[in-house]
T-cell receptor
Framework: DSGVTQTPKHLITATGQRVTLRCSPR?????VYWYQQSLDQGLQFLIQYYNGEERAKGNILERFSAQQFPDLHSELNLSSLELGDSALYFC?????????????FGPGTRLTVT | QKEVEQDPGPLSVPEGAIVSLNCTYS??????FMWYRQYSRKGPELLMYTYSSGNKEDGRFTAQVDKSSKYISLFIRDSQPSDSATYLC???????????FGTGTRLQVFP
């Protein structure tokens, strides 16, 4: 168990809908990362927050947004969902920001868009 | 061309075999190299973390980095059925947080 928690485990929704995925980092970790894992694209970095502020952005669609709250938990919001958004969404956390700090992954949320 | 290339496998070996997993990369700015293990329907689990070139050993696992060839390897000695999983390499540039992952190699160790 990495200490990173994610809810819900599974989510099934229809095209055009909006969902929110939640992540709680390991105790004391200030950085939170979101990744998308699909069969054809592998694991792709979406966005990073550090102590409440956006730190880095990857291949995140404009329909997606995220935030990190004062208690350091983070939420990833996905809107106007399309079939192609079906994937595993992982959250990871690290103690600080920077490549010297190891990232620990949560169990993921499996999103199915029908 | 992808920044990080990894043979998807599957790689099937008998219990006790030595397993070699590899990744190649194109960006010479990568300095941090990681190996993650991912069981089916689970999150990636950090196995090994190395900086720059050289070897690092942890129990049955050895990670090697050859920056001159842009090639990294993970060796698993005395492989066990419990090692059956997908192995993902990942790397990053100094002082950035973005990890670039390979697509993963699926390993099957049969008794």
């Amino acid at each position: 168990d990495s200490g990173v928690t994610q809810t819900p485990k599974h989510l099934i929704t229809a095209t055009g809908q909006r969902v929110t995925l939640r992540c709680s980092p390991r105790s004391g970790d200030l950085s939170v990362y979101w990744y998308q894992q699909s069969l054809d694209q592998g694991l792709q970095f979406l966005i990073q927050y550090y102590n409440g502020e956006e730190r880095a952005k990857g291949n995140i669609l404009e329909r997606f947004s995220a935030q990190q709250f004062p208690d350091l938990h983070s939420e990833l919001n996905l809107s106007s969902l399309e079939l192609g958004d079906s994937a595993l969404y992982f959250c990871a956390s690290s103690a600080q920001s920077g490549s010297t700090y190891e990232q620990y992954f949560g169990p993921g949320t499996r999103l199915t868009v029908t | 061309q992808k920044e990080v290339e990894q043979d998807p496998g599957p790689l099937s070996v008998p219990e006790g075999a030595i397993v070699s997993l590899n990744c190649t990369y194109s960006n010479s700015a990568f300095q941090y190299f990681m190996w993650y293990r991912q069981y089916s329907r689970k999150g990636p689990e950090l196995l090994m973390y190395t900086y720059s070139s050289g070897n690092k050993e942890d129990g049955r696992f050895t990670a090697q980095v050859d920056k001159s060839s842009k090639y990294i390897s993970l060796f698993i000695r005395d492989s066990q059925p419990s090692d059956s999983a997908t192995y993902l390499c990942a790397m990053s540039i100094y002082n950035t947080d973005k990890l670039i992952f390979g697509t993963g190699t699926r390993l099957q160790v049969f008794p």
